[in-house]
Every structure is written in structure tokens, then in C-alpha cells.
């Protein structure tokens, strides 16, 4: 059964790094999506990606976030600058259709220090 | 977008059945409502879907009534292994994609 893939599984990052985390979406799915999770709290929507373009963001996605789909198969989660706050699981989803079946990855870990 | 709301916690015995209610008071006429499985340190997993009455897979059953202000999940005899936080969401396609606002979930543990 295809899956989508998230690497690393870990990052540790010191406070102001830039880092960048990926995704890899199931074949011939269209639509993207990033969401978060802090420890112990619910999981948010970051940001949904369609057509090379950034359909909707929430107010999460600040000027410190940016997405890319720099090839056929990559979608990556960039954080500038990063903060201790930005500590979470981000997670990657992907859907084939405009549907409700979101089909996510089994996210990044991201420490800050 | 409709608020969710749920339990926060449910605790069941193996071999019981489970049903998890979800309030959505301002559902709107184009929503689906979506039920996904998390488990710790993993990322959700869609479990079941409707738009009204009554849908059934191989996992679940989801019923939702006529004003769709709510909806439940029945589990059927659950097993140790479906400990985990159970989120309802109400989906609604906006400019071609959906945008899913997960609440806070159902904590569900299953106990021998």
C-alpha cells in the first residue's frame, strides 16, 4: 500500500536555524498539506498546497513558514528563523482528489533549543 | 468552518462496543463529517466518512442524523490495540481543497 514519507523523523535545531523538512506524497496525489502538533495539544493546519500554489494557510503560517514542491515528488516545510515555540510534530498529508481522506505521513519531530 | 465538539476521554473494556458522539451545531450544507484514529507518536489515520444516515466500513460505523448537528462513531468490540485519540472533524472544500480544523479529540483507552 503506497504511504507518504517524512524524513528526517528527527530534527534537533538551535533557536534562529533554518530548517527544512520533507515530504514525499503518494504518487499521483495533488494536494498537499502540513500540519503541526505540540506535544500533548491538537493537531493544526498549516498550510494546503495545490497546483504549485499555496491554496490556504492558517495564521500559523507566518512569514517564517514557506512550502515548495521543488521536483516531482518532494514537498518541503521550511521554518527560517526558527523559535522554541516551533517545537512540534509537523506532519505531511496528501490527498489524490479535493476529498476528505487525507492520507499523512508519520511526521518529523522538531526540537528547538 | 463548524466547531467540534467531543469527550475528552472514554474509558471502554475489551470486547465492548464504543460510541464516541460529536456535536457540530453549525455544520454547513456542503460539509462532510470525517473521523481519523491517532496514535501516539504517529500520524492521524482517516477511519471513516459521511454525509447523513448511516455509513459503515470494515472498522467502524458513523451515524449521523437527520440535522447533522451531530454525529456518532460506534466501535465494535474493541481490542486493547484501539487505545487512541479518536478526532472529529467537519470538512468543507474551499478553493478546491479541504481544510480540516482538527478539536481537541476523544481520548478512548481500552482496558482488559
Known amino acids: 500500500e503506497p504511504e507518504v514519507t517524512q524524513t528526517p523523523s528527527h530534527q534537533v535545531t538551535q533557536m534562529g536555524q533554518e530548517v527544512i523538512l520533507r515530504c514525499v506524497p503518494i504518487?499521483?496525489?495533488?494536494?498537499f498539506y502540513w500540519y503541526r502538533q505540540i506535544l500533548g495539544q491538537k493537531v493544526e493546519f498549516l498550510v494546503s498546497f495545490y497546483n504549485n500554489e499555496i491554496s490556504e494557510k492558517s495564521e500559523i503560517f507566518d512569514d517564517q513558514f514557506s512550502v515548495e514542491r521543488p521536483d516531482g515528488s518532494n514537498f518541503t516545510l521550511k521554518i527560517r528563523s526558527t523559535k522554541l515555540e516551533d517545537s512540534a510534530m509537523y506532519f505531511c498529508a496528501s490527498v489524490r482528489t479535493a476529498t476528505y481522506e487525507q492520507y499523512f505521513g508519520p511526521g518529523t519531530r522538531l526540537t528547538v533549543t | 468552518l463548524a466547531k467540534t465538539t467531543q469527550p475528552i476521554s472514554m474509558d471502554s473494556y475489551e470486547g465492548q462496543e464504543v460510541n464516541i458522539t460529536c456535536s457540530h451545531n453549525n455544520i454547513a450544507t456542503n460539509d462532510y463529517i470525517t473521523w481519523y484514529q491517532q496514535f501516539p507518536s504517529q500520524g492521524p489515520r482517516f477511519i471513516i466518512q459521511g454525509y447523513k444516515t448511516k455509513v459503515t466500513n470494515e472498522v467502524a460505523s458513523l451515524f449521523i442524523p437527520a440535522d447533522r448537528k451531530s454525529s456518532t462513531l460506534s466501535l465494535p468490540r474493541v481490542s486493547l490495540s484501539d487505545t487512541a485519540v479518536y478526532y472529529c472533524l467537519v470538512g468543507s472544500e474551499e478553493r478546491g481543497t479541504y481544510k480540516y480544523i482538527f478539536g481537541t479529540g476523544t481520548r478512548l483507552k481500552v482496558l482488559a
Open positions: 504518487s499521483n496525489h495533488l494536494y
